[in-house]
């Protein structure tokens, strides 16, 4: 059992391989990279064979960048965030979050700025057919 900050994160194996499963599908149709499912308070789910290269950075950072994000997108009344993305000298880091009851958010690189709104339609498109599996991750409070 995975455990989160103030909940425990229970997954089954058949979930799990699930989840990587598309995850794969998702890098080998684009050049997307180190891709990975994460909850929201920084506990990484699952993820792409290259996204466990560099494991500590798919934690804590995509969690920490949401909750700000959404603080200054609430405070500017922008609405809901649904995405964030990090533009570095070599490439783009792109984080989605699914709707407020979704505790969870797909985070990826690409290299390549030019296919960028194509990247956004297959992440989107994965993402949503992954919401009714994250749906079954169940969530408890801690127990101690």
Same mark, same amino acid.
């Given at each position: !059992?995975?455990?989160a900050k103030d909940s425990e994160i229970e997954i089954s194996q058949e979930i799990l391989d699930e989840l !990587? &499963?598309?995850l794969e599908q998702l890098e080998s149709s684009t050049d997307l990279e180190g891709t990975a499912i994460v909850s929201k308070t920084g506990? &990484?789910? *699952?993820s792409s064979e290259t996204a466990d290269i560099i494991a500590d950075i798919y934690s804590a $950072?995509? *969690?920490?960048?949401? $909750?700000?994000g959404e603080k200054i997108s609430q405070g500017l009344e922008q609405g809901e965030l649904r995405d964030a993305v990090i533009r570095g000298a070599k490439g783009y880091t792109i984080i989605l979050v699914g709707d407020a009851d979704n505790d969870f958010m797909l985070f990826t690189n690409c290299k390549k700025g030019y296919k960028l709104? @194509? @990247?956004f339609h297959k992440i989107r498109k994965s993402f949503k057919a992954l919401e009714p599996v994250l749906k079954k991750i169940q969530t408890k409070a801690k127990s101690y």
């Amino acid at each position: !059992m995975e455990k989160a900050k103030d909940s425990e994160i229970e997954i089954s194996q058949e979930i799990l391989d699930e989840l !990587m &499963r598309a995850l794969e599908q998702l890098e080998s149709s684009t050049d997307l990279e180190g891709t990975a499912i994460v909850s929201k308070t920084g506990l &990484r789910i *699952a993820s792409s064979e290259t996204a466990d290269i560099i494991a500590d950075i798919y934690s804590a $950072s995509p *969690a920490t960048l949401i $909750s700000l994000g959404e603080k200054i997108s609430q405070g500017l009344e922008q609405g809901e965030l649904r995405d964030a993305v990090i533009r570095g000298a070599k490439g783009y880091t792109i984080i989605l979050v699914g709707d407020a009851d979704n505790d969870f958010m797909l985070f990826t690189n690409c290299k390549k700025g030019y296919k960028l709104g @194509y @990247y956004f339609h297959k992440i989107r498109k994965s993402f949503k057919a992954l919401e009714p599996v994250l749906k079954k991750i169940q969530t408890k409070a801690k127990s101690y």
